[in-house]
């Protein structure tokens, strides 16, 4: 890597040191108020000289400034246990509601775009998120209150307290994690305080998005709380005959049952309608996506819409023995139906512009469990303070799918002309289901975890997770019976060790390094012979510092690392069936500055420097897809602080990617970009009534989000310029 990049990333994190030397000239006088009047009080001055002091107009803070910040000071997700980031020998990045409301985030994507290392891949049109972390896929797998969402889910934001990003390999105390890092999304809890919010968001594309908050006590000791979160989204696509539809609610109870004990239930309910959309496909003469409109869609539109439903329920219990030890246990379950009728494509005549297409419609339930116990506490032997965990964990995932295929080798679904596409309907009602799974997963693992500290400098973390893996999975073309009566399975174990060192000089500045193995997800799609395909696994080696300045305000990460992963399963285009990449590497550098620069002024801002390379197997040499060499962003809010203009707000964002590998086999490229986002925001005075502007691709810049792994013709094209209105109630 250069040196060049090291240095500008190093001095990017630092500038704040000299920053918080400099004395403020501008700093403003601040005097005594009299508590009756609120007038200014006269200084004690020698009776002789009696002095007049001019007239003084002092400020209150504005709800802006008091509530809106984006240096998060812990992390709950990393270790189990609520940490200070700056004693946390690891890469994370939190990123607070504030940030959510500041760019009217929906989805994921909308959110994560603001930390280092992590690429939004291929979302099929709204239906599914997938990102790319530290240059490795997360395979559709995200992450709610620390419970794994298996793909085809798409997660809403309309309950998030922030969203926790773990970079590397060192979120394996979940698991089966990506060894590119774990995105979770923390929900808000309910409170004792009533707080009741209603937002009507309204936009381009016929967007409109109602939410509901609602929070308060039940009882009159506090003893039961609850809260409601609702959401309502209906959107079409600059897409042609794209849209999303989802009803969202998420009711959760607290009954602090004693001083000592606590129980947790949550519920969930969504219900979402898409189209799913492969994107448009690369021209092989040109190797650049092919010269159509952005809006152009190649399925056909008069399939029925993709389907997912969800249902989740979740338990927790937590008993604390003393001050010092508590025992927390957590329950949830996950049931899914998805249905998602597509056509896709397969092949393209470039001279002539005539795209092959597949039919396919995909019926897949699917039921998770997951438990697990936690063991935290707090001890000293002589000068080590200890913090431990030890806990326990089972996983089960249970998943039929039955597939109605319409394409080759028997026939091809009806062709189009992407230059001039016109639609020949196919009767497919009669199509029988041709493509049967069964598959079940389960994992059990033990965890322990001791954060040590010596001399309140010196934190030391050290643990490891052992886990039992057993994998079963059956295929047929006849029936879902022969699927699960022929099945293979394949059985593992694996420990895998978390070590990592922190040392704090001065409260400002912290120096750390981590190595950590993990289990990767599963490899539940099946190789070319119906055979389970060996699991993943990687090896992380990072080193970093950590910054703090203007009283916590302002925070830095910078993080170097380099990552290894094992066994990497690629699906065979045209095929349900997947092939392994033995070996590929990835290292870099990653900067993280999120806070407050003044008291108006927040900022949060992000560069990447990837090296993302297949080491060995037929793609030896090549890049992995979807990785930038370099991406970075950064976006700014100020807060005005003039009298006249209190509650009045402005933001803006720079969004940079540079070019990257649109497939495996290193064809093509999707060229670099940039794109510009702004926000206008203003509290009215007289009452809790906020209203806020966003616009995204300002420029309206035409760009290329993601691809598909091992398919050339599907292209995610970014969107163009799109405005977001809204009008939020608090009371």
């Given amino acids: ?31 005594p108020l009299d508590k009756k009047s609120d007038k200014a009080l006269e200084t004690d001055a020698p009776k002789a000289e009696k002095i007049t002091l001019k007239p003084l107009t002092v400020f209150a803070k504005t709800t802006n400034s008091a509530t809106n910040t984006y240096a998060a000071p812990n992390s709950s997700t990393a270790t189990k246990t609520n940490t200070p980031l700056m004693e946390t020998p690891l890469s994370i990045t939190v990123l607070p509601k504030s940030v959510n409301q500041d760019q009217q985030a929906i989805q994921l994507g909308d959110v994560t775009k603001n930390a280092s290392g992590v690429i939004q891949g291929t979302n099929l049109g709204g239906f599914v998120e997938q990102f790319m972390m530290r240059g490795f896929n997360t395979s559709y797998v995200n992450y709610y209150d620390g419970y794994r969402f298996p793909q085809g889910s798409g997660l809403s934001l309309a309950n998030a307290e922030r969203v926790e990003v773990i970079k590397g390999a060192a979120a394996n105390l979940y698991g089966r994690v990506e060894p590119g890092g774990m995105i979770n999304v923390v929900t808000k809890r309910p409170q004792k305080t009533p707080y009741y919010a209603l937002e009507q968001q309204f936009g381009s594309y016929d967007l409109y998005r109602t939410t509901a908050d609602a929070t308060g006590s039940v009882t009159k000791d506090g003893s039961l ?3 409601v979160n609702l959401e309502n989204l209906s959107k079409n696509s600059f897409r042609d005959y794209g849209f999303t539809d989802r009803l969202f609610i998420a009711p959760s109870v607290t009954w602090k049952i004693s001083d000592r004990d606590q129980l947790d239930l949550d519920l969930m309910y969504s219900d979402q309608n898409t189209r799913l959309d492969y994107g448009i496909p690369l021209n092989k003469l040109t190797h650049r996506p092919a010269d159509i409109p952005i809006s152009r869609y190649l399925g056909d539109p008069n399939i029925s819409p993709s389907h997912s439903k969800l249902y989740n329920t979740s338990a927790t219990y937590v008993h604390s023995f003393t001050d010092d030890w508590k025992l927390s246990a957590k329950f949830d379950y996950l049931n899914r139906d998805l249905d998602f009728p597509q056509t896709f494509p397969l092949g393209l005549n470039p001279i002539n512009g005539v795209m092959q297409r597949a039919y396919l419609r995909g019926v897949n339930p699917m039921d998770s469990y997951f438990g697990t116990v936690d063991m935290t506490g707090k001890f000293a032997t002589g000068f080590a303070k200890h913090k431990v965990l030890a806990g326990w964990d089972n996983y089960q995932l249970s998943s039929t799918e039955q597939n109605y295929l319409y394409g080759p080798p028997q026939h091809y679904f009806n062709p189009i002309n992407i230059y001039n596409p016109k639609q020949a309907l196919i009767n497919i009602s009669k199509l029988k289901a041709n493509d049967f799974h069964d598959t079940n997963l389960q994992w059990n693992g ?28 059956g295929f047929s073309n006849k029936s879902l019976a022969l699927a699960s009566a022929h099945t293979s399975t394949l059985q593992t174990g694996r420990f895998n060790p978390r070590v990592g060192l922190l040392y704090q000089p001065w409260q400002w500045l912290s120096l750390y390094g981590n190595y950590v193995e993990s289990s990767g997800s599963a490899n539940v799609n099946m190789g070319l012979k119906t055979n389970i395909l060996q699991p993943e696994s990687a090896e992380q080696v990072e080193a970093g510092f950590k910054t703090t300045f203007f009283e916590d305000k302002l925070t830095s990460n910078v993080a170097f690392y380099s990552l290894t ?164 109630v608090e009371f």
Avoid at 3 to 28: Q, R
Avoid at 457 to 469: A, T
């Fill in 1 to 31: 890597m250069p040196k060049s990049i090291l240095l500008i990333g190093s001095l990017f994190a630092i500038y704040p040191v000299f920053a918080a030397d400099t004395p403020d000239t501008k700093a403003p006088l601040v005097l």
């Fill in 446 to 473: 033990v965890y322990f975890q001791d954060q040590i500290t010596l001399f309140d400098k010196l934190h030391l973390l050290g643990g490891g997770r052992y886990d039992w893996i057993s994998e079963i999975a």
């Fill in 565 to 728: 992963k094992q066994n990497i399963a690629i699906p065979i285009p045209g095929a349900f069936f997947s092939e392994i990449i033995n070996k590929a590497r990835n290292q870099g550098i990653e900067v993280d500055v999120a806070g407050k620069i003044t008291e108006g002024l927040s900022l949060i801002a992000n560069y990447t420097a990837t090296d993302a390379l297949i080491l060995d197997g037929k793609y030896a040499g090549n890049k992995l897809w979807n990785v930038p060499s370099n991406a970075g962003s950064l976006w700014a809010k100020y807060d005005l602080q003039q009298e006249s203009l209190n509650g009045l707000s402005i933001g803006a964002g720079i969004y940079l990617q540079d070019k990257k590998s649109g497939d495996i086999a290193n064809t093509y490229q999707l060229p670099s970009y940039g794109r510009v986002d702004a926000m206008l925001r203003y509290k009215l005075p007289v009452a809790k009534t906020t209203l806020q502007f966003n616009v995204e691709n300002l420029l309206n810049k035409q760009y290329y989000l993601a691809s598909l792994p091992n398919n050339i013709y599907g292209i995610t094209p970014g969107s163009p310029i799109t405005f977001i209105g809204s009008i939020k």
């Fill in 225 to 227: 709380l609850y809260r």
